[in-house]
């Protein structure tokens, strides 16, 4: 059975400073691992794509890094702003096209 | 924007009732996919068309059925709701292949009483 795990729950961090979010994934034949961000109410934007070739891809102030051998994910934010309020959800792709979401991160930003 | 749209945004239903969601994809793509999103949770897979065809299914029972239009717009079809049927109800558009990006809607937010 297909599944993501993500870390923290949630978080709360200052503006200005770094975080880093975590995801374990099951997901087989696997594919390609992303993460999106989803503001209150609003539907997933993605951030980043990786296939299983890809160790990081970054997006503006978003880096994910994958590693494939161990299934592990991390999306990195730098210099946080408050706009990064969100939840951060890691989602893995296997070979047919879908896709397994993970519970997601709750991050604050704090002035 | 991602030029997905979907209506309408709100619903307010009762249990036991039958309710149909809209989803117009972006220009240019084939295969549209609809989530169930529990409030504080991951969206879950409820089935995928591509080309007019159900093309996937993940684990909810046929009250939950969906069509496909010749212009790749879809409908979510739900009878006979049940109080967990209230969450937010996603689709996301994409080109066929496994590694393309689906783009989301808005998505409509159903509420069963």
């Known amino acids: 059975k297909n599944q993501v795990e993500q870390s923290p729950q949630s978080l709360i961090i200052l503006e200005g400073k770094n975080c880093t979010l975590q995801?374990?994934?099951?997901?087989?034949?696997?594919?390609?691992l992303r993460w999106y961000k989803q503001d209150t109410g609003r539907g997933p934007v993605s951030l980043t794509i990786?296939?299983?070739?890809?160790n990081t891809k970054s997006n503006g102030r978003y880096t994910a890094t994958l590693d494939a051998d161990t299934k592990q994910s991390s999306l990195h934010i730098t210099a946080s702003q408050l706009s990064d309020s969100a939840s951060y959800i890691c989602?893995?792709?296997?070979?047919?096209?879908?896709?397994?979401f993970g519970a997601g991160t709750q991050v604050v930003v704090t002035p | 924007e991602t030029g997905v749209t979907q209506s309408p945004t709100h619903l307010i239903k009762t249990r036991g009732q039958q309710v149909t969601l809209r989803c117009s994809s972006q220009?240019?793509?084939?295969?549209v996919s609809w989530y169930q999103q529990a409030l504080g949770q991951g969206p879950q897979f409820i089935f995928q068309?591509?080309?007019?065809?159900?093309?996937g299914r993940g684990n909810f029972p046929p009250r939950f059925s969906g069509l496909q239009f010749p212009n790749y717009s879809s409908e979510l079809n739900v009878n006979a709701l049940e109080l967990d049927d209230s969450a937010l109800y996603l689709c996301?558009?994409?080109?066929?292949?496994?590694?393309?990006?689906?783009?989301f809607g808005p998505g409509t937010r159903l509420t069963v009483l």
């Open positions: 989602v893995g792709g296997d070979s047919w096209g879908k896709l397994q």
């Open positions: 220009s240019g793509h084939n295969t």
């Open positions: 995801c374990n994934y099951t997901v087989s034949p696997f594919s390609n």
């Open positions: 068309y591509y080309r007019e065809e159900e093309n």
């Open positions: 996301a558009s994409s080109s066929a292949g496994s590694h393309n990006e689906q783009f």
């Open positions: 990786m296939t299983f070739s890809e």
